[in-house]
């Protein structure tokens, strides 16, 4: 079993919060091929982070961060 949607987007919170993704995320692709996951696994992941408004997708362009999200310390 692979990982789910809600694990995909808390890692890549993760990698938001870490400033490993710090403009554009990796398109749906490479995400699916990284992690081992569909690309309906990848869409849903990137729609929560979308919905939480971490991320804004630009058609034909891909998915950018919008901001950062806070980090500890």
Request: aromatic share 2%; with cysteine; hydrophobic share 35%.
């Amino acid at each position: 079993m692979g990982i789910r949607r809600e694990q995909l987007a808390d890692l890549l919170r993760e990698q938001l919060a870490s400033g490993q993704l710090t403009s554009r995320v990796p398109s749906v692709k490479t995400l699916a091929q990284q992690h081992g996951v569909s690309h309906i696994t990848v869409e849903r992941s990137l729609t929560i982070l979308r919905e939480e408004g971490l991320i804004r997708s630009v058609i034909g362009k891909g998915c950018y961060v919008t901001r950062q999200t806070p980090s500890s310390g």
